[in-house]
């Protein structure tokens, strides 16, 4: 079973930027879809970015189109997540994981334990 593990969260002031780091315990970025998800208080998680299994195709949720930026390091079994301009509402705790199904929010690898992010002054 791959693990995943979280990082590079913290507390940043709005307007301010973060990288989150996901390193995986095994070579796995050329299999699959890689996503970011974020889960805020109270809330469901959510997909917000991903990256295809060849690294050329990207997306975002509306939420963080322009300010958020995914990418990958495939020798270093290690995924990115580079945040700017952060807004109190990206405030949540990020996860990554591998997609199964967009629609039905399935994913291939047991959760990691996340990174949290807290935007606030």
């Known amino acids: 079973q791959v693990q995943l593990v979280e990082s590079g969260g913290g507390l940043v002031q709005p307007g301010g930027s973060l990288r989150l780091s996901c390193a995986a315990s095994g070579s796995i970025f050329r299999l699959y879809t890689m996503g970011w998800y974020r889960q805020a208080p109270g809330k469901e998680r959510k997909l917000v970015a991903h990256i295809s299994s060849d690294g050329l195709r990207t997306n975002y949720a509306d939420s963080v189109e322009g300010r958020f930026t995914i990418s990958r390091d495939v020798a270093q079994n290690t995924m990115y997540l580079q945040m700017e301009s952060l807004k109190p509402e990206d405030t949540a705790v990020y996860y990554c994981?591998?997609?199964?199904?967009?629609?039905?929010?399935?994913?291939?690898?047991?959760w990691g334990q996340g990174t949290q992010v807290t935007v606030s002054s």
């Open positions: 994981n591998a997609i199964r199904s967009f629609q039905a929010g399935a994913t291939y690898f047991n």
